[in-house]
């Protein structure tokens, strides 16, 4: 149990300056408030008026966003192999070359159904 001790620590002060830092925020911060910080932010354009419902949003961010979680998810599976590859032997190497394959495969996909442009 004795192991876990300085996980617990870290939590706890990991929770407790988050605690603090979203406490103190509305009583240590500027108060002014103007036109620019109340309009929504839309990466430093001008905001795009939406209709009443909220409209349709673009598919293509979502698609984005789960592509790029896609291919993310591929280094965290790499880092690992990487680390214990001499441990591995031949085997490791047959089984990265097969997952990297796949995702090669998918993204050869992706770019060939023009998931990849922005237009």
Do not use: H
Request: aromatic share 16%.
């Amino acid at each position: 149990m004795e192991l876990y001790v300085p996980i617990v620590v870290l939590a706890v002060l990991a929770a407790g300056f988050a605690v603090f830092s979203v406490g103190i925020a509305p009583f240590t911060g500027p108060k002014r408030w103007n036109r620019a910080k109340l309009d929504a932010y839309e990466c430093g354009i001008e905001p795009t008026p939406q209709p009443v419902g909220g409209g349709r949003f673009p598919l293509k961010y979502m698609i984005t966003a789960m592509l790029f979680i896609v291919f993310d998810i591929e280094i965290i599976f790499l880092y690992p192999w990487a680390v214990a590859f001499d441990k591995l032997g031949v085997f490791g190497l047959v089984e990265m070359v097969l997952f990297i394959v796949t995702v090669l495969v998918a993204y050869a996909y992706v770019w060939r159904r023009r998931g990849l442009d922005w237009d």
